[in-house]
């Protein structure tokens, strides 16, 4: 399947990645620009190229018959978000459950343009105890970007203006919403 996404990814589709998924066990990968419903299949593609467990979570009624199975086969991970009001913690809590587990979540919580992103994938981050990789879907340049982990400093706003650095001049798929 490496192979075949390999392919896909850069003979037929033409792009390029740029960076190394770094090897952890645990992290919360933060996916930008999130533009289009484009860039979920985008991501399945460059998870099999990379051929690593990438994960994501959804809410529990998603995992229910009939397409239950596809959301798990996909890498996604139920969140009971009605009995907890604390989703953060929900989130935290399935590391600390799994020894396998990089949570791919898009910061800026929606697929248009928002003037500051949502800081959960933070405080995920933060309070699970791991780094957090940045993955940059640049449409424009026809790359996927990878950057170091970055372990949270609790310093929210420095940590936010270095990771808007790392994603500057990165368009979305719909570019005026990146």
Sequence with gaps: MQRI??????????????GRFPE???CVVAV????????????LVVRSMLGEPIHYVGKKSLFKPPFGWFFRWTGGAPVDRGQRK???????DIFSRRKVFRLA???????KKVDRWRTGFYFIAQRA????VLVAFDFGKKQVKISEPRFPTG???????GYRKFFEGVKGYVPEFS
């Design 5 to 18: 996404a390999s392919f896909i990814f850069h003979r037929l589709m033409g792009w390029q990645l740029v």
């Design 24 to 26: 952890v066990d645990q």
């Design 32 to 43: 930008a620009p999130h533009t289009s419903w484009v860039d979920f299949p985008l991501g």
């Design 86 to 92: 604390d989703t953060v913690q929900a989130v935290a």
């Design 105 to 111: 979540l898009a910061p800026e919580g929606t697929r």
């Design 129 to 132: 105890g791991v780094p957090i």
């Design 155 to 161: 310093d929210f706003e420095a940590d936010y203006a």
